[in-house]
């Protein structure tokens, strides 16, 4: 791991108690979040993203969830085992966070300034009138304009588009050094979602903001990020310089997620399809999870779990991996 990573998630073990017995969804997942960059996470449904991003803010009830194993490095603390009381002061503080549907992290009876007003209110103890100068100026960093007036509006008189704002400014009034973005433009028409990505793009200037984007589309990660790490059924096959992937995938899952757009992944498309599906959690075999979907597969895929192994700035865990 670089020793310049702002967040740093070693071996992250994540599971589920549920009806059928523990079942693993996150294994041994390693990354790290340069600070100032934005790393993308991309992978099909399933495979492990959101799980991942809501375990760094320990947003996961427990039970049933459970940390099985690994350390989430951030700022010299490991927030595995933070006690509760202090990641109350990491999340929305020091780390950021945006979803994808902002209808319903929002509360949609109050209005818009006094939310974000609140997270002023419970991290630096600010009154309402304390707070408001920080708030407008979290509007316009957003660039909401009008932003007095939008004080007093409610969720639902905004547009789709103004709510994400709206979620990123309460992202973003404690000014965090980290931003987790979980797919922060799915819900949103393709021009708007343009829009939020120059947002994010000119936050991360601003601010010198570092950003974990999950993504599924290959587009915004070419756009946006300087690396990029790739998933596949609860483990990282393939990371390395967003580049240098994009350029020379390795782990045949990668290249099969690039093939539909070799050249250049255009921004707002989908990640194409491969043929077959993600074994879900609880049916993957001690192999390589993608051997029933892979074209280079040998009996050794099936037996043996590949290992993530470098090559060149990357790094990719396949037995027979792409020339
Ligand atoms: N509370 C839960 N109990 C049991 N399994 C769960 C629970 N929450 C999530 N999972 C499982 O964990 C796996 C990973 O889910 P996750 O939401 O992280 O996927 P994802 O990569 O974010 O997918 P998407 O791209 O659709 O958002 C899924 O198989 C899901 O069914
Ligand atoms: S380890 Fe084998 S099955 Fe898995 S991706 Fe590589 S070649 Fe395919
Ligand atoms: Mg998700």
Redesign the pocket.
Known sequence: MSAEALLSVEGLTVG?N?EEGP?R?VEDVSFSVVAGETLGLV??????????AQTIMRLLPSP??RIDGGRIRFEGEDLVVLPEPRMRKVRGDRIGMVFQEPMTSLNPTQRIGRQIAEVLALHRGMNYTQAKESVIDALRKVGIGNAERRLDQYPHELSGGLRQRVMIAMAIVCRPKLLIAD?PTTALDVTIQAQIMELLKALQRELGLAILL?T?DLGMVAEMCRSLAV?YAGRIVETGPAATVFARPRHPYTAGLLSSSPRQARRGERLPSIPGLVP??GKRSTGCSFADRCGRVTDRCRRELPPLASFGAGAAACWNPVP
């Open positions: 589920f549920t079942v969804v992978g099909e449904s399933g495979c492990g993203k959101s799980v991942t049933p969830a797919e999950i599924h998933m879900p959690p």
